[in-house]
T-cell receptor, first 113, second 117 residues
């Protein structure tokens, strides 16, 4: 079975540019999560969707970050404008239901120059 | 207090030996779940094993087993017959509560395991 698919795997861009990260959750999973991982702060939950609806976006750092889930099989995380401090690994994860584990994608390694 | 504590920043194990990675947790909820994830140097996060707070038996998945001691609030990961490919960061995580409203995973800081040939 296909796991969580993220694209791109790596992104290098200059500050001020718009960055869009993409995620395809595992088919049938009704919950989707975006995380950010840095050495300093570890894994941080940015936003949580349940049945395509954003439930908790309290982890989104600031207005420059936005996330959408237009349907059950696709989600995006957008940063506009990007800043060097946004450099991190961004993970998307999905789960089948509340008692099941979250399955992570391979992550997007983002570098903002 | 930290909710998930992994006291071993780094561990070494000889190939083919067993190794235990420690994890203690802190929660006042009766219902919770404990998870272990592996992150190799390539960066992906791989789910390994899950233990529910009401599960009476210790979870096992192949060479992975979870030594769950509820009274001590510990959920140690045991890897048997270590392989070179087991070298990675290992994260313990906890989900408190039950149901759709319980989605937050609290992660420990991780243990870096190195398997020596």
């Amino acid at each position: 079975d296909a796991g969580v698919i993220q694209s791109p795997r790596h992104e290098v861009t200059e500050m001020g540019q718009e960055v869009t990260l993409r995620c395809k959750p595992i088919s049938g999973h009704n919950s989707l999560f975006w995380y950010r991982q840095t050495m300093m702060r570890g894994l941080e939950l940015l936003i949580y969707f349940n049945n395509n609806v954003p439930i908790d976006d309290s982890g989104m750092p600031e207005d420059r970050f936005s996330a959408k889930m237009p349907n059950a099989s696709f989600s995006t995380l957008k940063i506009q404008p990007s800043e060097p401090r946004d450099s991190a690994v961004y993970f998307c994860a999905s789960r089948l239901d509340s008692d099941q584990p979250q399955h992570f994608g391979d992550g997007t390694r983002l570098s903002i120059l | 207090a930290q909710k998930i504590t992994q006291t071993q920043p780094g561990m070494f194990v000889q190939e083919k030996e067993a190794v235990t990675l420690d994890c203690t947790y802190d929660t006042s909820d009766q219902s919770y779940g404990l998870f272990w994830y592996k992150q190799p140097s390539s960066g992906e996060m791989i789910f390994l094993i899950y233990q529910g707070s009401y599960d009476e038996q210790n979870a096992t998945e192949g060479r992975y087993s979870l030594n769950f001691q509820k009274a001590r609030k510990s959920a140690n990961l045991v890897i048997s017959a270590s392989q070179l490919g087991d070298s990675a960061m290992y994260f313990c995580a906890m989900r408190e509560g039950q149901g759709a409203g319980s989605y937050q995973l609290t992660f420990g800081k991780g243990t870096k395991l190195s398997v020596i040939p």
